[in-house]
């Protein structure tokens, strides 16, 4: 079955510097998702991506993060320069079609990258 | 008024109990539903999605009420494994490609 792959799984990291997470969607799919949790709180929003460019980001999404699409099959996020309550984990996920497209919007996520901020 | 809520529980049931759980959203221009399940540390599932007429998918029934902006769960003859924390996923206010996630509803199935 295929399936979204995230790296790394953990990473910690000193409070101001700056981190990357890395994803690889599913090879068909067209829309990219990142999503956070903070531990014992819900799964939030943070950015989607279509056709090489942002389509919607949420309040969370501030300047200190930033997505790409390097090539044809990574799908990044980068912290700038990260804070304490960025300490959650980092969801990707992917999906081949819209949302209103019954068995087209099944969106699938990876296992995470947890990211401990000290 | 949350875009998502649900009952956080815990719902602590006997095995082969029935046990159903129920969301509202605030957004009635919503056109996408589903039910996910994430396990303790893992990533969401998708479990099944909801459809207007409602649907069943083994032991699992959905049922939508665009009318009063509801979506219920029914989980039959529960098992141990079941025991997961049940998220309920609705398409956004502002982006019909963004899914709000609930804050989920935690299930305890026991011996």
């Known amino acids: 079955e295929p399936e979204v792959t995230q790296t790394p799984s953990h990473q910690v990291t000193q409070m101001g510097q700056e981190v990357i997470l890395r994803c690889v969607p599913i090879?068909?799919?067209?829309?990219f998702y990142w999503y956070r949790q903070i531990l014992g709180q819900k799964v939030e929003f943070l950015v989607s991506?279509?056709?090489?460019?942002?389509?919607?980001k949420s309040e969370i999404f501030d300047d200190q993060f930033s997505v790409e699409r390097p090539d044809g099959s990574n799908f990044t996020l980068k912290i700038r320069s990260t804070k304490l309550e960025d300490s959650a984990m980092y969801f990707c996920?992917?999906?081949?079609?819209?949302?209103?497209?019954?068995?087209?919007?099944?969106?699938?996520f990876g296992a995470g990258s947890r990211l401990t901020v000290l | 008024r949350k875009e998502v809520e649900q009952d956080p529980g815990p719902f602590n049931v006997p095995e082969g109990a029935t046990v159903a759980f129920n969301c509202t959203y605030s957004?009635?221009?919503?056109?996408?539903f589903f039910w996910y399940r994430q396990d303790c540390r893992k990533e969401p599932k998708l479990l099944m999605s909801?459809?207007?007429s409602g649907n069943e998918d083994g032991r699992f029934t959905a049922q939508l009420n665009r009318a009063s902006q509801y979506i219920s769960l029914l989980i039959r003859d529960s098992k141990l494994s079941d025991s997961a924390t049940y998220l309920c996923?609705?398409?956004?206010?502002?982006?019909?490609?963004?899914?709000?996630f609930g804050t989920g509803t935690r299930l305890l199935v026991s011996p």
């Open positions: 909801v459809y207007s």
């Open positions: 991506f279509y056709n090489n460019e942002i389509s919607e």
């Open positions: 996923v609705v398409n956004g206010n502002t982006g019909f490609q963004k899914l709000v």
């Open positions: 090879s068909n799919h067209l829309y």
């Open positions: 996920a992917s999906m081949w079609g819209q949302l209103s497209r019954p068995g087209a919007n099944v969106l699938t």
């Open positions: 957004n009635s221009a919503s056109q996408s």
